[in-house]
């Protein structure tokens, strides 16, 4: 468990520096998401009602803010693989809960306006933003945040004062 909370602790941030491009379509994404959920009650609360979610004001309240608040992590690269995690779950409970019902037929939601509207082509046509976010997320948990985001940032900070101590430690021992 040690070596999981630090591998999540101290991502690489040797990574392209074209990584930014990625966080910042995903946590735009989020972060917009989020903010219509308070904007359009479609988006919020009367999506989470039709989608049967329980207390549908307070989850489509919470999941907004939290699109919100991990949108901002992701566009600013800070606390990239903690933020991940629950966006990749996030994709997943998205998928399941309205590309199921959509595949059966019986989705609680308006259908796709044209054709294919029901079955495995309007899947696929439909999960297309879920799976690109879900993906962005796996990426971004495994390469970490890149060069420019703040993990990276405090990465080399820490980095430099680990160097001082040491250097500090190793002239005060010479000293002695």
Not at 56 to 75: K, Q, R, S, Y
Not at 102 to 123: D, F
Request: hydrophobic share 50%; proline share 8%.
């Amino acid at each position: 468990m040690k070596e999981l909370i630090d591998w999540m602790r101290n991502p690489p941030t040797d990574g392209p520096t074209s990584i930014v491009l990625l966080r910042l379509m995903a946590g735009s994404v989020f972060l917009w998401e989020g903010v219509l959920k308070f904007v359009y009650a479609n988006q919020g609360v009367g999506r989470f009602t039709k989608l049967g979610f329980p207390a549908p004001h307070f989850t489509a309240t919470a999941d907004g803010w939290f699109e919100i608040a991990g949108g901002v992590l992701l566009l600013s690269g800070f606390l990239t693989r903690w933020i991940a995690v629950p966006f990749i779950i996030e994709m997943l409970v998205a998928m399941a809960s309205t590309k199921i019902p959509l595949y059966l037929g019986t989705s609680p939601l308006p259908l796709p306006p044209v054709p294919p509207q029901v079955g495995l082509w309007a899947v696929l046509h439909e999960i297309r933003s879920e799976f690109a976010q879900l993906m962005i997320c796996a990426f971004l948990l495994v390469e970490g945040p890149g060069r420019w985001s703040i993990d990276a940032l405090l990465a080399r900070t820490r980095e430099k004062m680990r160097s001082l101590v040491t250097m500090k430690s190793s002239v005060s021992l010479a000293d002695l």
